[in-house]
């Protein structure tokens, strides 16, 4: 069976993030996020200067506290004229009212919002117990409403799999409804007091669980006469290839259903590296002159032997870069929505054993089969605790031998536990020079020097095979 591969973008409501629109008839926006600390002024205008340069649209700084908050008054000061800038803000809300007078967006997690840092405790709220906190959620959360209209300031509301709330844990468990109600409960919140400048990402280092829960949250907001805006990312999609693949994987996945107003191309590298990638499939799903249409690139679903359908895709492109992309992005739907289980690349510029690679690492960026380590491994922002990209590559020559094993590497602890929970082992920085190590969400060791900690992650997992643990 051949698949007519089409695209036609759905239709959100506008949203102004300083001088540009999202959603509506607007372009799909790129955007980043600087690895900079937030307090050293100097080093953040450089960066941010170079992923302007690279073509970002948005950019986002983390803003731990009310000292961050006068930093980024001073960087907002020194870019004003480039881009927007959002202030991302972690557990403190009066932090969020603060940047909100700020710049020209805040991202606010509405896992810790107004709720502790997650503990991973289950608790049993009644009805009542539960709708009155809701009602502190309200009474909060008005109150940022109110200071946004006052400056003209956004909001987003970004939600990690990993960083849920054990209110909404309690009740919803870790699925892709805990996620989708984690936002509308905020959007419901919004709306009920007329404001409507929010943009909404809702991110999950596993691409299938990503595109199921945006896919979901489409359909409630729908369901509930809501259009806001979306922002799409795989979170810890790690770097090189690898990451370059995940990413593409999911949110290609949802540019193809029409979903996307903006996106981030979540590297562990650069900040201003993501921008280009970022680029190439914004223009590849948003071009009516793409190759999607001109012949050729097509795709079949077959039947094979062992009963399982196949994905069949053929493209003549020749740069390999661009080919990896656009494949990706294109296999990924295919795969979860025909149920495949077998995916075959042809490209007459390229060799077999190749295509065969791309295809095996597509496979498991799906999350259908796993043929070696995989990593997961956050972009790193102000909060990094350790070189992360050095770090990455002394875990992966120490574990590239461990087959079928999902590993993170974690810059710090506001994510850290929460989005590796789907990992079998985790590397989180937890102070300057100390590393705790993770098996599943259990800290197994805490504090450990890092010169120590790649050197102990492996004598951890090889304890753990000898003794049957894992």
């Not at 289950?122 to 502190?136: S, V």
């Not at 595109?211 to 949250?217: D, H, K, M, N, P």
């Given at each position: 069976m051949e698949i007519k591969l089409e695209y036609q973008r759905r239709e959100t409501s506008q949203v102004q993030v300083g001088n540009i629109f999202l959603g509506s008839d607007f372009p799909i926006r790129v955007q980043t996020m600087a690895n900079t600390s937030t307090n050293d002024i100097d080093g953040s205008v450089d960066q941010a200067r170079r992923c302007i340069e690279a073509g970002a649209e948005l950019l986002r700084f983390t803003t731990q506290g009310l000292r961050e908050v006068e930093s980024l008054k001073e960087i907002h000061a020194q870019v004003l004229t480039a881009v927007p800038l959002v202030a991302d803000v972690?557990?403190?809300?009066?932090?969020?009212?603060?940047?909100?007078?700020?710049?020209?967006?805040?991202?606010?997690?509405?896992?810790?919002?107004?709720?502790?840092?997650?503990?991973?405790?289950?608790?049993?709220?009644?009805?009542?117990?539960?709708?009155?906190?809701?009602?502190?959620?309200?009474?909060?959360?008005?109150?940022?409403?109110?200071?946004?209209?006052?400056?003209?300031?956004?909001?987003?509301?970004?939600?990690?799999?990993?960083?849920?709330?054990?209110?909404?844990?309690?009740r919803y468990g870790d699925t892709p409804e805990g996620m989708v109600e984690s936002v509308m409960e905020f959007l419901r919140v919004a709306v009920r007091h007329d404001f409507q400048n929010i943009v909404i990402s809702i991110k999950a280092s596993n691409t299938r669980v990503?595109?199921?829960?945006?896919?979901?949250?489409?359909?409630?907001?729908?369901?509930?006469?809501?259009?806001?805006?979306?922002?799409?990312g795989v979170t810890e999609a790690g770097e090189g290839e690898d990451g370059r693949i995940k990413s593409a994987v999911g949110i290609g996945a949802l540019l193809a259903d029409g979903i996307g107003d903006t996106i981030r191309v979540s590297l562990s590298e650069a900040p201003e590296n993501e921008i280009p990638v970022a680029q190439q499939l914004v223009d590849y799903f948003a071009d009516e002159e793409s190759v999607r249409y001109d012949g050729s690139v097509t795709a079949e679903v077959l039947d094979n032997i062992g009963g399982y359908a196949e994905v069949r895709y053929t493209s003549m492109e020749e740069d390999w870069e661009t080919f990896c992309l656009q494949t990706a992005a294109e296999c990924g739907r295919l795969l979860w929505d025909y149920k495949a289980q077998e995916l075959t690349i042809v490209n007459p510029h390229f060799s077999e054993t190749k295509l065969n690679f791309l295809s095996k690492d597509i496979l498991q960026a799906a999350r259908v089969r796993i043929y070696k380590t995989e990593y997961i491994s956050c972009p790193g922002c102000g909060r990094t605790l350790f070189d992360l990209q050095k770090t990455i590559a002394e875990v992966k020559a120490a574990t590239a031998h461990l087959t079928g094993l999902k590993i993170a590497v974690m810059g710090c602890i506001v994510n850290g536990p929460g989005e590796m929970a789907d990992a079998d082992y985790g590397y989180v920085g937890a102070g300057r020079g100390k590393v705790s190590l993770y098996r599943g969400k259990e800290c197994v060791l805490k504090n450990i020097p890092q010169e120590e900690a790649v050197e102990q992650l492996l004598a951890l997992i090889e304890s753990d095979r000898e003794s049957g643990t894992k």
């Open positions: 972690h557990f403190q809300a009066d932090v969020a009212d603060a940047a909100a007078q700020v710049v020209e967006a805040v991202r606010i997690n509405p896992g810790n919002y107004i709720d502790p840092a997650r503990k991973f405790q289950h608790i049993d709220y009644t009805d009542e117990e539960y709708r009155a906190e809701l009602a502190r959620l309200e009474e909060r959360f008005v109150r940022l409403l109110d200071i946004c209209k006052a400056h003209g300031t956004a909001i987003r509301l970004g939600v990690n799999h990993g960083s849920l709330s054990d209110r909404i844990m309690s990503m595109v199921e829960t945006v896919r979901l949250l489409v359909k409630q907001m729908h369901h509930e006469h809501m259009a806001f805006p979306l922002h799409l």
